[in-house]
Nanobody, 118 residues
Framework: QVQLVESGGGLVQPGGSLRLSCAAS????????MNWYRQGPGKERELVAG????????NYADSVKGRFTISRDNAKNTVSLQMNTLKPEDTAVYYC???????????WGQGTQVTVSS
């Protein structure tokens, strides 16, 4: 059974930091690119950051470059998103996503709420 379980969300003041984690199971984690998406109130879901299965190449949305860092631990089947200098516009539900284009497979977590407010 495929599972992606996010944790680490919460309420933080502007300028603060949070670290999101996603624990994966039930599929070949090393073969999947891992991504974090978010969906803010009244907005469409958007890609925040991604990391490839091979080489660990990362990419980021322009809005989070220099503030967020994605990383993965293939030994522990986890992917993390370190979020620094948070802004109110970062408020959203954050989703962990696993994707393998060659297999035509994509999996989603249930999401974790991040609220940035004073």
């Amino acid at each position: 059974q495929v599972q992606l379980v996010e944790s680490g969300g919460g309420l933080v003041q502007p300028g603060g930091s949070l670290r999101l984690s996603c624990a994966a199971s039930g599929f070949a984690f090393r073969s999947f690119g891992m991504n974090w998406y978010r969906q803010g109130p009244g907005k469409e879901r958007e890609l925040v950051a991604g990391i490839t299965s091979v080489g660990g190449v990362t990419n980021y949305a322009d809005s989070v470059k220099g503030r967020f860092t994605i990383s993965r631990d293939n030994a522990k089947n986890t992917v993390s998103l370190q979020m620094n200098t948070l802004k109110p516009e970062d408020t959203a539900v954050y989703y962990c996503n696993a994707e393998n284009i060659w297999y035509g497979k994509a999996y989603w977590g249930q999401g974790t709420q991040v609220t940035v407010s004073s």
